[in-house]
């Protein structure tokens, strides 16, 4: 059984990492709020961006108009996966390399892995070819930074070096809740038959150059959109492991402090009757 004075040091240790779990969780709060609002903003943008690439491709044949949306026989694939460069998280990370794990799993395509968070990254980079790794990202996002590399994703995707391209990453629900998605960004998938609009439009030059402006930045933003989801889900998972940790740790210590004062009052019995024994044996004698 251990003495009272390692139990005294087990509650102040564990009464240390309530005051740093509590800490964290309340950053992650205070990021939270930040990371939910660039997201939500985004997505109606996102969302409407694929609506017109839907209506204007209904009016035109788009055989040949864009490379973005080719599809060719598979033989090699790229995966943009999006964890985080720390843990803590609960199984925010985990989930992510677990889907990616599962999708090559059985496949017998050649996989490149273009890295978003250094979980991922030191995951796979023993085991996969790292296509890129961009763990760096998060210092200073911003649309431009991801446009970057998407742009050279979209350049050997024209050029055949990827036949298709997916993203994983964790779509924020909300502070309690993730869902691991997959979708594929290249090509472009299209609805095979799509609702011509009942407006009709005037398209300036034209609806095949339109295209070919509003693909480009629809696969950019694509890719923004779930590094953002990806950003308010890590604070969101964060927050709720380190109230659920918090919680734990305290449960823990109120324990510990039954089972000392347990301890402390039968330490103190046998003392009083090592007195009591010893006053009678003087008595005695």
């Given amino acids: 059984m251990a003495n009272l004075k390692e139990i005294r040091g087990r509650i102040t240790s564990i009464s240390s990492t309530m ?5 964290m969780k309340m950053v992650s709060a205070a990021k939270l709020k ?4 660039a997201i939500v903003m985004l997505r109606p943008y996102s969302e409407k961006l694929q609506e017109i690439i839907e209506n204007v ?3 035109v044949d788009l055989e040949g108009v864009s490379s973005y949306t080719e599809e060719r026989e598979v033989k090699k694939e790229l ?43 030191d ?3 023993r085991s996969r070819k790292v296509y890129d790794n961009q763990s760096a990202i998060f210092d200073g996002m911003s649309f431009e930074v991801v446009s970057n590399f998407v742009e050279n994703v979209m350049r050997d995707f024209r ?5 298709k391209v997916y993203v994983i990453y964790n779509k924020f629900i909300n502070a309690a809740t993730q869902e691991v998605k997959k979708e594929q ?11 011509v609009p009942n407006t009709d439009y ?19 933003t694509q890719v923004y959109k779930a590094i953002l989801d990806s950003v308010a889900s890590e604070h969101g998972a964060r927050m709720t492991a380190m109230h659920k940790a918090t919680d734990n740790a305290e449960a823990l210590r109120n324990d510990l402090k039954i089972f000392y004062n347990k301890a402390r009052q039968a330490a103190i019995t046998n003392e009083i009757l090592e007195i009591v024994g010893g006053a009678e044996a003087l008595k005695n004698s």
């Avoid at 005051?19 to 800490?23: E, K, L, V, Y």
């Avoid at 889907?99 to 890295?115: F, K, P, Q, R």
């Fill in 19 to 23: 005051q740093i779990t509590s800490a």
């Fill in 34 to 37: 930040k990371a939910t609002d």
């Fill in 57 to 59: 491709s209904s009016t």
């Fill in 79 to 121: 995966y943009i996966v999006v964890t985080s460069n720390k843990g803590l998280a609960g199984a925010f990370n985990s989930s992510v390399i677990k889907e990616l794990n599962h999708s090559i799993a059985d496949t017998n395509y050649e996989i490149e892995i273009l890295t978003v968070g250094k979980k991922v990254y």
């Fill in 123 to 125: 995951s796979v980079r």
């Fill in 159 to 163: 050029e055949g070096s990827f036949d």
């Fill in 185 to 195: 960004i290249l090509p472009i998938a299209l609805p095979e038959q799509a609702e």
């Fill in 202 to 220: 005037l398209f300036e030059p034209n609806a095949k150059d339109i295209l070919e402006v509003l693909m480009p930045k629809s696969i950019k």
